[in-house]
């Protein structure tokens, strides 16, 4: 199962290795770690963030040895959506039912619209949608861009895609 | 020193900046050893020739020929007629029949004569059938003015990028649309406000159909599918849509998120259609600016931007390809 951490480390060399650790013991396979230097907390602790694949059954004794070496753990869970894409929809946008626009994406199971603004200028002028879908991974984040395409088409909607869409 | 005899055809806005940029380098192109002579002009009125060459100061700022052509033939019969070595053709774009251009160019290869153009319409409707008929006579076809104006990138691909493979061309193709967009982002102008803007400072035509419904950028993204990517893409191939029902909120709510709307035409994708671009991208320019990434194997992405459009700027692009014709020739000789 793959899963998600995010820690706060010590801004003392050895953390990041030690934070790494209980996940090799339990037979955790890493997948990514990305490490925010550039963002320290108020605590003046590092964040981190572990993707990671590891048997579920493990996972909490992750979470003790990773607290008896003094890293705190924020947040631990399935991380289903790893990638994301920002999506804007132009026209009539709520009277088209922006429940359903968001639903047709949302009941994939494997994509979310996770923020959403909305700009509405006035009545009978077309308003703006901002959204940003996340997804599975990257051929679910085309799915998805293509679902809104068609929807876009169905309710008269412009739908302007980001220009990196198809390196992701 | 090699003498190039030039037949001008089509006198409006570029032609009178060819004339204007051959006249100020006329010496200094001479270094390379080239004498541009632009020996006729012709527009509908008639042609204006001269053997010695023209010199723009001798029309006195007149804006057509009325009253001061000399001969009283225009189109392909001046093309015939007139002893040149290389014709410049700007007549206005026809994007559907490719005509008056289409005809030209036809002539002009046909009697063994080079043709550098800006005219996208005859190479959006028959650009191989020029292409081969340029072959057959022996002589070249031109047209890097015709895509993103005095922007290199069509000589760019052709000759500092050889032995690539190029994957893609994404970019800004049309200033109108690029300044409308900047002006609505930028001032918060409603579309029609920034439209009637960009009319007022001539950078809109009176009919900005053209522009705004992505027209224009749809045939450069024809030109460019055949011409790099060796395809045989008409017009109808090219699904296009336009900038019309971008607004200003819709822009300001992109920003807020780190990103700008723009027109981007992708090749060989064949699509033309409004996208974000993030803000900190070198596609981000503002202005009447055009701009183009090129996507290639073995150098990475190569970006290059410029100004697509003007008087003297679409002049600059068409005197540089009249003088790789002859200074590629000499590499082959
Ligand atoms: N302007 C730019 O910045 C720019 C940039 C890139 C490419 N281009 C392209 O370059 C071409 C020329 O543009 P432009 O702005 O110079 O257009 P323009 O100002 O409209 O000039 C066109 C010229 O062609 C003449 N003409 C029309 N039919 C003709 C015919 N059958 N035989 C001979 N001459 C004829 C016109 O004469 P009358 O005025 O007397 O009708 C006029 O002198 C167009 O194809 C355009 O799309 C323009």
Known sequence: MRLSMDLELQDIPGQLMQSLEPFKEYKGNIISVVHHRDRKTPRGTVPVQI?????????????????????????????????????????????????????????????????????????????????????????????????????????????????????? | MREVRISLVGFGIVGHGVLEVVRRKRELLKKTGLDLKVVSVTDINGTLYDQNGIDPQMLHGARTLEGIANMDIIGKEAIQEVDSDL??????????HGQPGLGHIEEALSQGKHVVTSNKGPLVVAFNHLKELAQENGVMLKYEATVGGTMPLISLIEKNLVGNDIRSIRGIFNGTCNYILTRMMEEKYTYSYALTEAQELGIAEADPTYDVD?????????????????????????????????TSEALNLAWERGYLIKLIGD??????KPMLVPRRSPLAVGGTLNVASIETDLSGTITVTGLGAGSIETASAIVSDIVSIYTSRQIDA
């Open chain 1, 51 to 168: 993707v990671f694949e590891i048997d579920p059954s493990n996972i909490d004794n992750v979470k003790k040895h990773l607290e008896k070496n003094g890293i705190v753990v924020v947040r631990a869970g399935e991380d289903r959506f790893i990638e994301e894409v920002s999506v804007l929809l132009i026209g009539h946008v709520v009277h088209t039912d922006l429940g359903d626009t968001i639903n047709r994406i949302d009941s994939t199971g494997f994509a979310e619209v996770e923020d959403l603004s909305l700009r509405m200028p006035g009545i009978d002028e077309p308003s703006s949608a901002y959204m940003r879908i996340r997804a599975t991974g990257k051929e679910e984040i085309g799915t998805s861009l293509s679902i809104l395409r068609k929807v876009g088409a169905e309710k008269d909607l412009l739908v302007i895609e980001p220009i990196e869409a198809e390196k992701i």
């Open chain 2, 87 to 96: 014709v410049v053709e700007v007549t206005p774009t026809n994007i559907v």
């Open chain 2, 214 to 246: 992505g027209i224009d950028t749809a045939g450069k993204v024809v030109i460019l599918a055949n011409s790099i990517f060796g395809m045989d893409a008409k017009y109808d191939d090219v699904q296009v849509t336009g900038i019309k029902d971008v």
């Open chain 2, 267 to 272: 090749v060989p994708a064949l699509k033309v």
